[in-house]
């Protein structure tokens, strides 16, 4: 009787433990994609800001041809 509940209760610590990481690991999970979705963000501001550089080089380019 002593080992059944024994492993019951280490099955029960084991399943604890991996729910305390499942949590852990969700949480970076939504780190990460907030993280993404800022990077993602400044990419495209830095592609609209050289997109207009280059508009602006090209208008000179053309200019001076």
Avoid: P
Wanted: proline share 0%; net charge neutral; glycine share 8%.
């Amino acid at each position: 009787m002593f080992w059944a509940m024994l492993a019951i209760a280490a099955g029960f610590c084991g399943l604890a433990v991996l729910g305390v990481l499942a949590i852990r690991v969700f949480i970076e999970a939504q780190r990460l994609s907030t993280q993404v979705t800022e990077t993602t963000q400044r990419i495209n501001r830095a592609a609209e800001d050289l997109e207009a550089a280059a508009t602006g080089v090209a208008r000179a380019g053309r200019d001076v041809l």
